[in-house]
């Protein structure tokens, strides 16, 4: 099942802060955060495993609440090359159905602006 | 190093027709997955591929089928095209099955007519 993402979408200023929320209705073993520009591939941000441990990638950040099943991507002091979709892709336990399937939402649109 | 390539990078058919798909991954990735990414749907699980045998697949006809070479290569069959197969297909690669980072293909857009 797809994880939902929200916001859909968020306009910021040069040097504004987002959070971009990813919900599963699944037992998660790991999440994936990846950027996706217009016209490109999306790109690797990072990934999180259980254990609610928050991890880091120049001023964005993440962290993965297991119990909870989400995970929360934080943009600080946010740059124009920012701007892109971002999307969450979640992977359930092994021996599930879920187990090698990179589910990924919708996506949040981010856009900067100088 | 060469990142994941895919061809054709364009590709147009007809109703009815068959599309093949090819992608090669990064040098020493054994996995392979692909993506089927349409006007406003995000990414859709299609398929995953790992050493030579399909390990999972998303909820897709079965017109949609694939495989993964000996070089871990990988193709992308879409049997008899649908208008709403029009979309841009990913594929990516990684160097153990699970919880590793993607890399992923520029794609191929597939247009069907």
């Known amino acids: 099942q797809q994880p939902v993402q929200s916001p859909q979408a968020v306009i910021l200023r040069e040097g504004e802060d987002a959070v971009i929320n990813c919900s599963s209705s699944?037992?998660?073993?790991?999440v994936h955060w990846y950027r996706q520009k217009h016209g490109e591939a999306p790109v690797f941000l990072m990934i999180?495993?259980?254990?609610?441990e928050q991890k880091g990638h120049e001023k964005i950040s993440a962290s993965f609440n297991e119990k909870k099943q989400q995970s929360s991507l934080y943009l600080t002091a946010s740059q124009l090359s920012y701007s892109g979709t971002y999307f969450c892709?979640?992977?359930?336990?092994?021996?599930?159905?879920?187990?090698?399937?990179?589910?990924f939402g919708q996506g949040t649109i981010l856009t900067v602006h100088p | 190093e060469a990142g994941v390539t895919q061809s054709p990078t364009h590709l147009i058919k007809t109703r009815g027709q068959q599309a093949t798909l090819r992608c090669s991954p990064i040098?020493?990735?054994?996995?392979v997955y692909w993506y089927q990414q349409a006007l406003g749907l995000g990414l859709q699980f299609l398929l995953w591929?790992?050493?030579?045998?399909?390990?999972n697949r998303g909820n897709f006809p079965p017109r949609f089928s694939g495989r993964q070479f000996p070089n871990y290569s990988s193709e992308l069959n879409v049997n008899a095209l649908e208008l709403e197969d029009s979309a841009l297909y990913l594929c990516?690669?990684?160097?153990?099955?699970?919880?590793?980072?993607?890399?992923f293909g520029s794609g191929t857009q597939l247009s069907v007519l």
């Open positions: 990516a690669s990684s160097w153990k099955a699970t919880n590793e980072k993607l890399f």
């Open positions: 699944k037992a998660l073993y790991s």
């Open positions: 999180l495993l259980k254990g609610g």
């Open positions: 892709g979640t992977e359930g336990y092994a021996g599930g159905t879920s187990y090698g399937k990179l589910t």
């Open positions: 040098s020493g990735h054994t996995s």
């Open positions: 591929y790992d050493e030579g045998e399909e390990r």
